[in-house]
T-cell receptor
Framework: AQTVTQSQPEMSVQEAETVTLSCTYDTSESNYYLFWYKQPPSRQMILVIRQEAYKQQNATENRFSVNFQKAAKSFSLKISDSQLGDTAMYFCAFMKPGVQGAQKLVFGQGTRLTINP | EAEVAQSPRYKITEKSQAVAFWCDPISGHATLYWYRQILGQGPELLVQFQDESVVDDSQLPKDRFSAERLKGVDSTLKIQPAELGDSAMYLC??????WGTGELFFGEGSRLTVL
């Protein structure tokens, strides 16, 4: 079974700073997807960024980028120029694609990120 | 913008009572998930539907939990009887699997408090 570990329960940075959230995972699969989801207070979870394991190039979405190290099974999220609206719980998640019944997200425990003014 | 609808947003019930949650996925999404999220933890999958069929309910406590998606559209998750340990957020999500990017779209959740 796949497991996802986020070792930073809480982080806090000043607005405009850069912050990196860590994630490691364990799997024997060679093809899979990795995600970072954001859960703002009292709002629904939304996708931040997605990475396909067969792609060597790290995914980027505006101020959000990942450092995907497949051999090390590491998938960190970097938020540049952090904004107050980035305050949220961030979840790293793993998905094995393709086979019916296998396309489910396995989540880490989450990192609570606070951006201070 | 299409969203996953869930109700109720909040539910307070007493131990041993029955409770039900409803979810309406994004139109056209064949795959529907129910997750349970205990405060401060990551969501854990309870049940996954592909159309009206259950494809994974391995973590669903079947002695007290049931889920259905009779017409392959909306879904109901029921707990009977509720226990103190069931207090959690119940999240519904849908995806366009087997099409699309694998992204799950989540509802706002139903927060259950069992007294």
């Amino acid at each position: 079974a796949q497991t996802v570990t986020q070792s930073q329960p809480e982080m806090s940075v000043q607005e405009a700073e850069t912050v990196t959230l860590s994630c490691t995972y364990d799997t024997s699969e060679s093809n899979y997807y990795l995600f970072w989801y954001k859960q703002p207070p009292s709002r629904q979870m939304i996708l931040v960024i997605r990475q396909e394991a067969y792609k060597q190039q790290n995914a980027t979405e505006n101020r959000f980028s990942v450092n995907f190290q497949k051999a090390a099974k590491s998938f960190s999220l970097k938020i540049s120029d952090s904004q107050l609206g980035d305050t949220a719980m961030y979840f790293c998640a793993f998905m094995k694609p393709g086979v019916q019944g296998a396309q489910k997200l396995v989540f880490g425990q989450g990192t609570r990120l606070t951006i201070n003014p | 913008e299409a969203e996953v609808a869930q109700s109720p947003r909040y539910k307070i019930t007493e131990k041993s009572q029955a409770v039900a949650f409803w979810c309406d996925p994004i139109s056209g999404h064949a795959t529907l998930y129910w997750y349970r999220q205990i405060l401060g933890q990551g969501p854990e999958l309870l049940v996954q539907f592909q159309d009206e069929s259950v494809v994974d309910d391995s973590q669903l406590p079947k002695d007290r939990f049931s889920a259905e998606r009779l017409k392959g559209v909306d879904s109901t998750l029921k707990i009977q009887p509720a226990e103190l340990g069931d207090s959690a957020m119940y999240l519904c999500a849908s995806s366009s699997f087997p099409w699309g990017t694998g992204e799950l779209f989540f509802g706002e959740g139903s927060r259950l408090t069992v007294l």
